[in-house]
């Protein structure tokens, strides 16, 4: 998994709830011309973070027109390195698998799987490179027009760094305020993507109060590998004025902590998510099952919360926090129901302190956020 240091702030598992909009959606990069390019580029992650070899490449389409009958080239890239040049491929295809006009994968908002690529590209764990997607040699024909979408950024903040997306049209332009969004098929049929990508196939918005039919309560679940303290959350919820809920830290069904949100307080907050305070820090057990929870405490006004989805239960693997984080959810405080290997809700944790694992009576507290050991 991967922990990010908020200086001052503890840390967020997963780390990359912050970074996305209080309602997220999809952000596309169209391609409708000939020699019009998207490259996607990053540091390479694999879970296990040893040397893989990249066999496929999976992506997702936006709209596609292919009225002139187009296709497509997938080619793997080394970054250009001369100076200014920011995060863009040097336009040599390297390792190369075409897509054809007919392909039925190849169509309007669609998770697709290329096949194998020409030869296997074997990659360090880190290793920086490029994922360029192109018209093929006959380029674009007739009025085809090509989007690859990944996930908006907070206020549109185009410069991200690594990953990012880039554009050519007349040049490259790194100005495409996209989260990338790809997984690598390695050859020994485990997956990988870049570092800070946020691989989906699917956003996904559910609006509910208090006794919806189905469900009025969804939950973030959680298992982490360490003891720990936390200090509260980050939650993705939109409501109204009159839209109260509650922000719940549960193990099973006992509640560990909850903040009330009064709607009026936070009503039309335009991107970030909502970070909670817990009254006091709350310590968690390695290997235990924890939710949190978004529960509305009025019947009169939807909350609304998001969740992501993946093409396959494999691809949980490249998501910050792992497979043992999922979406879950349950009705007026019955028992909780998991969507365990496909969806993920946009919720974090605040981790204050987390046990250092020197064992042999050595263990301790490591405080995060400055200050004394516990």
């Given at each position: 998994m991967t922990l990010q240091l908020l200086t001052g702030q503890g840390i967020t598992y997963p780390d990359d709830i912050g970074a996305l909009s209080l309602s997220p959606s999809l952000?596309?990069?169209t391609i409708d011309s000939t020699g019009e390019k998207v490259a996607i580029c990053g540091s390479v992650f694999t879970p296990s973070r040893g040397t893989k070899s990249i066999r496929k490449i999976h992506f997702r389409f936006g709209s596609v027109t292919k009225a002139g009958g187009s296709g497509l080239t997938v080619s793997l890239q080394n970054l250009l390195t001369s100076a200014g040049s920011g995060p863009v491929p040097d336009e040599t295809q390297d390792e190369t698998v075409a897509i054809a006009n007919?392909?039925?994968?190849?169509?309007?908002?669609?998770?697709?799987?290329?096949?194998a690529l020409s030869a296997d590209r074997s990659v360090t764990h880190g290793e920086r490179l490029a994922v360029v997607i192109e018209y093929d040699g006959s380029g674009r024909l007739g009025s085809d027009s090509v989007v690859i979408s990944g996930?908006?950024?907070t206020g549109g903040d185009a410069k991200f760094g690594f990953p990012s997306v880039a554009l050519k049209t007349a040049s490259w332009s790194v100005t495409v305020a996209t989260i990338p969004n790809v997984i690598f098929e390695f050859s020994d049929g485990t997956f990988g993507t870049f570092a800070g990508a946020y691989p989906h196939s699917?956003?996904?918005?559910?609006s509910y109060k208090q006794d919806t039919a189905g469900a009025d309560e969804y939950a973030m679940k959680l298992t982490l590998p360490f003891s720990c303290k936390t200090d509260g959350a980050i939650v993705r919820v939109n409501s109204g004025t009159t839209a109260d809920y509650d922000i719940i830290l549960y193990e099973g069904t006992t509640a560990l902590a909850?903040?009330?949100i009064d709607g009026n307080e936070v009503a039309g907050v335009p991107s970030r998510p909502l970070r909670v305070q817990w009254s006091s820090e709350i310590s968690l057990a390695a290997g235990t099952v924890y939710r949190l929870a978004a529960k509305p405490t009025q019947t009169t006004a939807n909350v609304v919360v998001y969740s992501t989805d993946v093409a396959a239960a494999n691809h949980f693997t490249c998501l910050q926090g792992g497979p043992e984080m999922c979406h879950s959810t349950r009705l007026d405080l019955g028992s909780w129901s998991d969507t365990a290997t496909r969806r993920l809700i946009g919720f974090g944790l605040s981790l204050s302190s987390i046990d250092d694992g020197a064992g042999g009576g050595g263990s301790r507290m490591v405080n995060v956020r400055g200050g004394a050991d516990q």
């Open positions: 952000s596309g990069s007919g392909d039925a994968g190849f169509t309007s908002n669609a998770w697709y799987t290329t096949g996930m908006l950024l699917a956003i996904n918005s559910h909850t903040v009330s």
